[in-house]
């Protein structure tokens, strides 16, 4: 009967390993939203991202395009299944937010909780949805 269980849980072990890399993957990647010109990497499982251009060791993530600068993902808050809340932070340090991220079919839903990131249009600055949709990459 012991050889059985341990048979059993031999031919089961490739199937947890599984299960957990594809968890372990939901908050990795590249994302991008053509219409704004948005691109995002992220990986908030490890502090291994280098963001371009900036003399920072390394963080979980960015985000970058035609909005008001760089904004880096230094800190996790939480991960609950497929949405987590990280804490943004402006190239400049003098702007920090909140947001919601959330894994949906198509790539990754962020949602702004507290007050906004500004987008660029021409040499204007305009206040971007509450909600953008980032495609995998």
């Known amino acids: 009967m012991k050889k059985l269980f341990a048979i059993l ?34 990986n908030l499982y490890e502090e291994v991202i280098e963001v371009p251009g900036l003399e920072l060791e390394t963080c979980y993530g960015f985000l970058q395009g035609q909005i008001n600068g760089c ?11 497929d949405a987590a809340v990280v804490r943004v932070v402006s190239e400049k340090g003098s702007d920090a937010q909140d947001l919601k991220l959330k894994v949906t079919e198509q790539g990754l839903e962020i949602q702004q909780t507290e007050g906004y990131i500004k987008g660029i249009q021409g040499r204007k ?10 495609n995998k990459q």
Do not use: R
């Open 9 to 42: 849980a031999v031919m089961m072990l490739p199937m947890l390993v599984t299960a957990q890399e594809t968890t372990d993957s939901l908050f990795k990647g590249k994302f991008k939203n053509a219409e704004l010109n948005i691109q995002c990497q992220l």
């Open 71 to 81: 904004w880096m993902i230094l800190k996790v808050k939480e991960i609950q299944g």
């Open 125 to 134: 600055y305009v206040k971007l949805p509450k909600s953008l949709l980032l």
